[in-house]
């Protein structure tokens, strides 16, 4: 439908244009009849506070995007957006090492993430592969994969090496993986086993127990660590570099496993000080004491009190360029430069090293003067900073040794208090989520969609607790839509995402257990295209009003990170989620608007995003 008036606007004409184009908009969009779901559990009370309530900020940043609509449908209705070459069907924003390359980074930088860089490229719907199949249901998708969802081909496969066949059969179109073979040595879990021994535990079973309940794993290969100690019920977050193909962290992801893009070379990673309470690198090809020794820093940055690191590599590979009776091994070196830092070298088996942090934090005051420095920004928040050569965290509130916090960490009043946060608004939160899941699960159900496509031959879908693995929370606050798919029991794991300008609260989502991350939502989010089954955001269009971002970018984007067949719900006023609306349109999902019948302006708009087959 085209509608007179908007062929005739040409130009911005001052405020009167702004509202009169907001309310047009809204006007040409005749709302779906909305379907409703029992809110009795939640009540008025039951809604999540407000982050920006200055309407006024909405109003502009909507007739921006309108302004956008405009320039982009050339005096036409509403146009959904036109679909991605073959050349964007593994596209990753922000990694682009030849225009790196141009703009005259080096050394290792141009590897890295510069969305600085980034050109403005046409505005699509990026395409799943020819080969592309809805992934297998957890757990069996843990194990198969089909091989045409990743980017690695039969000759990289073949290529790998023998740890690689060890770890991976390739049958026609599924790569098996056995979780039971391969890692490196005797399998995965005698692996993790021998590290259990070197912390001084009986078993693997027992690392909850000694504190460890996260770790940071630095190129975690094709996942069997991060899959074993899932099956352990720890979180283990795989990071690894990016790659245009054979990626680690897509083939992670692929297989249910919780990871990103992270390039640990130039900045810091998106994580508060004292994030985790163990960082792995197994073979992971990173020379720890270059550059000042600014990466084993990163380490010692985001490792918790008493917490570990874990470096299993060759020991007998002298590097660098001096002569073979001055080479020293990784170990060595990496054990002088540790004693400078408060870490202790705890244990060696073959070649595992493990370095356990110090818990005492008067133990800085007692090294020599010589030794590294201590930062003195207290807890700053990283957004890809640059690497520091001094030690953080120290002076942090949450200095807690992992060894002393109680099984429910992050929640007691007291670790409330350290994070600033009120005891009854983080309960009420928790409670609010507990109600929200219930009424979201029933929803995600094709049968709302009454023109849901079925695909041939499939049989009727099942429940959806089958059907979602990997969801992203995408405002998570504190981290209860987590809480509440885990008390639940949902087999579904939550990167929780803060936005770097809003409230700062990932560090009581990471204290608690749960992934996180910080990330800016006017840029790309630094993972693979289709990694996603789930994307939740509550009130995250609201606060990006504030940002001037473009929801049309933050739509596409979210359309590029989400699995074909996969969900969105946002929650948010109204007018916001009549603009969201018409933006779900343009991606082509599938949408409909939820009145929570509670007397609020809130809704929810629940969106499936169809499988668009070549």
């Given amino acids: 439908m085209t509608s007179p008036w908007y062929k005739s606007v040409f130009g911005l004409r001052g405020l009167l244009f702004f509202i009169l184009a907001v309310v047009a908009l809204l006007t040409i969009l005749s709302p779906l009849t909305s379907t409703s779901y029992d809110a009795s559990s939640t009540g008025s009370s039951a809604l999540v506070p407000n982050i920006y309530s200055n309407y006024r900020r909405i109003k502009e940043q909507a007739a921006v995007d309108y302004l956008d609509l405009r320039s982009l449908s050339l005096g036409t209705s509403l146009k959904e957006f036109p679909l991605c070459g073959k050349e964007r069907e593994s596209y990753v924003p922000c990694y682009n090492v030849t225009g790196n390359l141009l703009a005259g980074l080096q050394e290792g930088d141009e590897l890295d993430r510069h969305c600085e860089f980034e050109r403005e490229k046409e505005r699509c719907v990026v395409r799943p592969p020819r080969d592309y199949k809805i992934p297998l249901r957890w757990p069996l998708g843990r194990d198969i994969i089909w091989s045409g969802n990743v980017k690695i081909t039969k000759d ?13 059969l390739l049958e026609e179109n599924q790569i098996t993986f056995h979780s039971e073979d391969g890692l490196i040595f005797d399998g995965v879990k005698d692996y993790a086993r021998q590290i259990a021994e070197m912390i001084g535990l009986g078993s693997d079973t027992e690392f909850a127990q000694a504190g460890v309940r996260t770790v940071l794993d630095i190129g975690c290969g094709f996942g069997s660590f991060g899959a074993h100690l899932v099956s352990l019920k720890l979180m283990p977050i795989c990071i690894a570099k990016y790659e245009a193909t054979g990626s680690q962290v897509q083939l992670a992801l692929e297989r ?16 508060p000080a004292l994030s985790f309470d163990m960082v792995h690198c197994a073979q992971c090809g990173i020379t720890w004491d270059i550059k000042d020794a600014m990466l084993l820093l990163e380490v010692d940055r985001v490792l918790k009190p008493g917490g570990y690191f874990v470096l299993t590599s060759p020991t007998n590979k002298a590097q660098g360029n001096l002569p073979d009776t001055k080479k020293t091994s990784i170990s060595t070196r990496l054990n002088e430069l540790s004693k400078k830092i408060c870490w202790s070298l705890t244990a060696q088996q073959d070649e595992s090293f493990l370095w356990q942090k110090t818990a005492d934090s008067n ?8 030794s590294i420095p201590l930062c003195k920004d207290g807890d700053s928040v990283p957004y890809y900073h640059p690497l520091v050569p001094c030690i953080s965290g120290t002076t942090s509130k949450r200095w807690i040794p992992i060894q002393n916090r109680s099984a429910v960490a992050g929640t007691t009043s007291a670790e409330l208090e350290i994070h600033g946060i009120k005891p009854e608004e983080f309960f009420e939160d928790t409670q609010v989520w507990r109600s929200a899941l219930k009424n979201y699960w029933s929803l995600l159900t094709p049968l709302i969609f009454s023109d849901h496509p079925k695909r041939p031959g499939d049989e009727d879908p099942l429940p959806p607790f089958n059907m979602i693995r990997n969801v992203m929370d995408m405002n998570a606050r504190f981290g209860n839509l987590n809480s509440a798919l885990l008390e639940q029991g949902k087999s579904a794991w939550v990167m929780n995402v803060v936005p770097v300008n809003a409230r700062n609260t990932l560090p009581i989502i990471l204290d608690r257990g749960f992934a996180g991350v910080l990330h800016d939502w006017c840029e790309p989010f630094p993972t693979y295209p ?20 473009s929801l049309m970018d933050l739509f596409l984007e979210m359309d590029r990170i989400l699995r074909p067949e996969g ?18 349109t343009r991606v082509r999902w599938e949408a409909r608007v939820i009145d929570l019948q509670d007397g609020s302006d809130q809704r929810l708009l629940v969106c499936q995003k169809p499988f668009l087959k070549k």
Avoid at 363 to 370: I, K
Avoid at 530 to 549: F, I, P, Q
Wanted: hydrophobic share 40%; aromatic share 10%; proline share 3%.
């Fill in 156 to 168: 990289q496969f073949l290529s790998s090496g023998t740890v690689t066949t060890r770890l991976m």
């Fill in 256 to 271: 249910g496993l919780p990871a990103m893009i992270g390039n640990f070379f130039s900045k810091q990673l998106p994580y």
């Fill in 363 to 370: 133990c800085y005051s007692s090294r020599s003067q010589d």
């Fill in 530 to 549: 289709r990694t996603y089954d789930m994307l939740h955001a509550n009130e995250l269009l609201t606060h990006l009003s504030s940002e001037r971002c």
């Fill in 567 to 584: 969900w969105v719900i946002i929650s948010d006023k109204l007018g916001v989620i009549e603009m969201a609306r018409a933006m779900a």
